[in-house]
């Protein structure tokens, strides 16, 4: 296994160990082999596949730790530990092989960022990267909710609270990435910008919940525990010992990711 694959096959060894977290786990798997997960809301403009994709698996062909690793995600955006914020780009990316094409576009990426591609991509750790300068306002979900008018409708909605984002500078991410690699990014450099195919939008996801400190100038690169044993990170980081944490507070979460749409303070791309 690669060191995302380990550290996604760790979060399922956990969630095996929770029988409420395993069945969370395969509810979701059947809603994301079922398309459900494409429809409507957020999922309508790439939410699912910037979590993760493969062209040559379809979901349903996916190992279960890699659902295991989409299940901790999606939970990890619900919980407000994780959020996201869409930037809009000059289209969708095209084959990798493109790079100059993809460039193209990643050019006329929305002006309060520079997205660069790597035009080798010789044995980087990502396609390229995204910065932006100045802080940037965002909204994050608590995991609560609240009822905007229970006298006449029983609809929830989501509650959020506002949070400052330092300049900085993160992986970027195209077309296709398992969600173990999104993960892994989350975890080590506390944020990833994912730009899957058929979406014409950057998301950005920041991790407010490990490995970061996004009030400082960078987000830190000496992030804890993500591969069991220890050992060097592709980046040459070096990796603690895998540290194994409570699943139960994340995978409670699935309903409130469902529902959470993004609402970046300053209408960012969109």
Not at 63 to 91: D, M, N
Request: net charge negative; hydrophobic share 40%; glycine share 10%.
């Amino acid at each position: 296994m690669t060191v995302h694959e380990d550290l996604a096959q760790g979060f399922l060894e956990d969630f095996q160990k929770e029988p409420s977290a395993m069945t969370a786990l395969l509810e979701l798997r059947d809603r994301h082999i079922s398309g459900d997960m494409n429809e409507g809301d957020i999922y309508g403009t790439g939410y699912a596949d910037a979590l993760g994709s493969s062209a040559r698996f379809a979901p349903k062909q996916w190992p279960l730790h890699q659902h295991a690793a989409f299940l901790e995600l999606h939970a990890l955006v619900g919980s407000g530990a994780v959020t996201y914020t869409c930037i809009s780009t000059g289209g969708a990316p095209g084959a990798d092989a493109d790079r100059e094409g993809n460039a193209a576009k990643l050019a006329q990426t929305h002006p309060r960022f520079t997205a660069h591609l790597d035009m080798t991509q010789n044995g980087a750790d990502a396609d390229g990267t995204l910065r932006w300068e100045g802080r940037l306002e965002v909204s994050r979900p608590t995991g609560a909710f609240f009822y905007g008018s229970a006298c006449r409708n029983a609809s929830q909605s989501i509650l959020v609270k506002p949070a400052n984002v330092a300049a900085s500078s993160v992986p970027l991410e195209v077309g296709d990435s398992w969600p173990s690699r999104t993960l892994m990014h989350l975890i080590q450099y506390g944020a990833v910008a994912r730009w899957p195919y058929g979406s014409k939008l950057i998301w950005l996801f920041l991790n407010f919940n490990r490995g970061v400190d996004w009030w400082g100038d960078r987000p830190r690169r000496d992030a804890p525990a993500i591969r069991s044993g220890g050992g060097i990170a592709s980046s040459g980081y070096r990796v603690a010992p895998f540290v194994t944490q409570s699943v139960a507070p994340f995978w409670g979460y699935i309903r409130e990711a469902d529902k959470w749409t993004d609402a970046a303070s300053e209408d960012i791309g969109l």
